[in-house]
């Protein structure tokens, strides 16, 4: 069965940076493109970043996040990152990394538990 | 940037009723438009994608219809466990908007 388990959540103080991580269990990871997706306690969802599966990356982030958080991926270890950076009170959230499968589609097919990531001084 | 307007904010309604939920995108989506299910503390669990195609393990009571800006999803008879948020979701632009969602609640 597909698994995908977040890590790396928790209290930061507003300015600081928190690196997330997403381990992937049960597939072929290089094949699947793989997503960020947040939601603030009690709202909705906000797409984030997006990683392409191919040898040649593409990479999408929101304006949101842009300049902030990075992205990346190792495909040898089965695991997906969020390096967040300049951290502010609105990116408190949840964050779930998701995916479409074989597929770059933007939609969640497979989602992970989430991480709670909480912005506060 | 598309944005996805979900109607209505709330719908109570008992088990065995209908449910009908709408979503409209502020330019054409195509058929690019995704519906998840969420209850509370759990992730998203997708529905429908494309507009009208059931996902795997999706119960044949959850059917989703239109194109362009204006989708549906329908509930033909509710159960006790789909009292949750709906959101709709457009997949075919970056970035990849959600609606705001539905609470389907019992009444």
């Known amino acids: 069965d597909v698994q995908l388990v977040e890590s790396g959540g928790g209290l930061v103080q507003p300015g600081g940076s928190l690196r997330l991580s997403c381990a992937a269990s049960?597939?072929?990871?290089?094949?699947?493109?793989m997503n960020w997706v947040r939601q603030a306690p009690g709202k909705g969802l906000e797409w984030i970043s997006y990683?392409?599966?191919?040898?040649?990356?593409?990479?999408y982030e929101a304006d949101s996040v842009k300049g902030r958080f990075t992205i990346s991926r190792d495909n040898a270890k089965n695991s997906l990152y969020l390096q967040m950076n300049s951290l502010r009170d609105e990116d408190t959230a949840v964050y779930y990394c998701a995916s479409p499968g074989y597929s770059s589609a933007w939609y969640g097919v497979y989602w992970g538990q989430g991480t709670l990531v909480t912005v506060s001084s | 940037e598309i944005v996805l307007t979900q109607s209505p904010a709330t719908l109570s309604l008992s088990p065995g009723e209908r449910a009908t939920l709408s979503c409209r995108a502020s330019q054409s989506v195509s058929s690019y438009l995704v519906w998840y299910q969420q209850k509370p503390g759990q992730a998203p669990r997708l529905l429908i994608y494309d507009a009208s195609n059931r996902a795997t393990g999706i119960p044949a009571r959850f059917s989703g219809s239109g194109s362009g800006t204006d989708f549906t999803l329908t509930i033909s008879s509710l159960e006790p466990e789909d009292f949750a948020v709906y959101y709709c979701?457009?997949?075919?632009?970056?970035?990849?908007?959600f609606g705001q969602g539905t609470k389907v609640e019992i009444k």
């Open positions: 990683i392409s599966s191919s040898s040649i990356t593409t990479i």
């Open positions: 979701q457009q997949r075919g632009n970056w970035p990849p908007a």
């Open positions: 049960g597939f072929t990871f290089s094949r699947y493109s």
